[in-house]
């Protein structure tokens, strides 16, 4: 697979330049170069790709799940076969490192492709038997065109999440990928291409989130939005597609607790507290960012965290041996700064990181940040309340559990949180009292693809994964027959 210097938009089985001709740099945010442009696509191609969706519905709706099954896994194949390919696109265009994208990133992608692909095989639905009046079954249909859009921390990952179940239902879709992250979405529309899925069924429109974003949720031929990113997107998302009753699908931010009690299993508290924290340089919507440790293990726990972090190799993404690459923009970097700034003023005092890692050579103008520890700060301060979506934690002690569960859910999010205790009943009562939509127990990122996925309070709306995803994407409809 080749990386064009100038991306294009996929829209009715073509590549297509944007109608206005006109272009957006794309960042390099491990060298702060610019490397290629894309489409600033705007209403006009979205228009076009809406029609090329609703042209391409009647026969993908109809064409039975063996077909869709089958085009579906050939995409899966040609994106694993080109797996080191994807990955470096992925690690080029976010500044996570190469092993990240591929184990991750990419791994995960042709995993949700084949997963949807195989899981409409068996997808089912309800009858209801009124004795000796009437039987109900319930008719599930593809909803017709979607839009689905999705943000940079995870591109393709997340992109494909959304794609895959909505063609695997039937439907027709429309997706952007975030403008700083289009190129593995670039690759998957030559993927769809070489496995021949017929064209209109998938179009992929790269620009602005204001431009053509806004656009795919405006337009009246879209019937439903699945969405991944920013509360504030999030909100925006939900009051524009209100006016037309479009169905909604909303995964959003997350200020995550991971709660640590002292009857822990240690070295696979601290093991996983590193990635937790710090994996995908802290741009996980899931990372664990408040870390609540109980008293007595706090000091002990402390020495250790900052000593393990402070050994994570940060650079070069493509050296097999960085575990922190780069943010994926300078705007990023500097919000992520400004929230240090915060958490100083609010009375933190940073144990470790803090500030930008200086690299030498070639990745001079890179945007890479230290991992950054922060202690002392109230749980109910700014910095312990937004979304920093970087790498930053705080770290707090507690006393008892009610103490911690005030605490871990004071925040408006409620995406994910993770306890760490071999008491089982213990474990049982926080899952039970936490408001996250996900509970970790011992554990961190274990996904299994058919558990319902998505957050509580402003993190969401909604629930991707297994049949969750299915019935999303489809309109249930009651048949009544009369005996
Ligand atoms: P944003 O909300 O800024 O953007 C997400 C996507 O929406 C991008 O493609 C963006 O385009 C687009 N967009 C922006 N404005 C609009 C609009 N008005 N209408 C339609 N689309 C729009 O999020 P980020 O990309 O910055 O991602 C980070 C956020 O995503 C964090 O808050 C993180 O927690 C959340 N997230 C949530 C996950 C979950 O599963 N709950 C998983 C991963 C991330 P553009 O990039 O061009 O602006």
Request: with cysteine; proline share 5%.
């Amino acid at each position: 697979m080749k990386f064009d210097k100038e991306i294009r938009n996929y829209i009715y089985g073509e590549l297509v330049p944007p109608i206005s001709g006109n272009y957006i740099d794309n960042y390099n945010p491990a060298l702060g170069t610019v490397y290629s442009q894309i489409p600033d696509s705007d209403e006009k191609d979205v228009h076009r790709a809406v029609k090329a969706a609703s042209r391409a519905l009647p026969a993908w709706s109809r064409c039975g799940v063996n077909k869709r099954f089958r085009i579906l896994t050939r995409i899966a194949d040609i994106i694993e076969q080109n797996l080191d390919e994807f990955a470096k696109a992925e690690a080029i265009d976010t500044g996570k490192p190469f092993s990240v994208a591929k184990a991750i990133d990419i791994t995960r992608a042709h995993s949700n492709i084949r997963f949807f692909a195989t899981s409409i095989l068996h997808f089912a639905s309800e009858s209801h038997h009124m004795e000796s009046e009437a039987i109900n079954y319930t008719l599930r249909r593809p909803i017709g065109v979607v839009g689905c859009i999705s943000p940079w921390n995870l591109p393709l990952y997340l992109f494909t999440w959304k794609i895959a179940p909505a063609l695997a239902t039937g439907n027709c879709v429309v997706a952007k990928p975030s403008e700083m992250t289009p190129m593995t979405a670039y690759l998957l529309s030559k993927a769809c291409i070489e496995a021949g899925l017929p064209p209109g069924v998938l179009n992929i429109v790269h620009g602005l989130g204001h431009k053509a974003g806004q656009a795919i949720v405006e337009h009246v031929g879209t019937k439903a939005i699945s969405f991944t990113g920013g509360t504030e997107t999030g909100k925006k998302i939900a009051l524009t597609a209100a006016t037309s009753f479009k169905k909604l699908s909303l995964e959003l931010g997350g200020k995550n607790p991971n709660i640590i009690f002292g009857d822990c299993d240690f070295e696979k508290m601290m093991e996983t507290t590193v990635k937790s924290s710090f994996n995908n340089q802290g741009q996980i919507c899931l990372c664990g960012s408040r870390i609540f440790v109980e008293r007595h293990l706090y000091e002990v726990f402390k020495t250790e965290f900052v000593e393990r972090v402070r050994k994570l190799k940060i650079g070069d993404p493509f050296n097999a041996k960085t575990k922190q690459g780069a943010v994926v923009s300078k705007a990023h970097m500097d919000k992520v700064l400004s929230y240090v700034e915060l958490a100083k003023s609010e009375g933190g005092t940073v144990l470790n990181g803090g500030e930008p890692a200086r690299l030498r050579g070639k990745f001079k103008e890179g945007y890479f940040l230290k991992p950054t520890i922060i202690e002392g700060l109230p749980y109910d301060c700014r910095t312990n309340q937004e979304e920093i979506f970087g790498p930053v934690v705080t770290i707090m002690p507690f006393d008892t559990e009610e103490e911690v569960l005030l605490y871990a859910n004071s925040t408006s999010f409620g995406l994910s949180a993770t306890v760490w205790t071999e008491n089982i009943s213990r474990a049982q009562r926080m899952a039970d009292q936490l408001d996250a939509g996900i509970v970790w127990i011992n554990t961190w990122m274990t996904r299994d693809l058919r558990t319902p996925f998505g957050g509580m309070k402003n993190s969401g709306l909604g629930r991707e994964g297994g049949l969750e995803a299915l019935r999303f994407f489809t309109e249930p409809k009651n048949v009544c027959i009369k005996f």
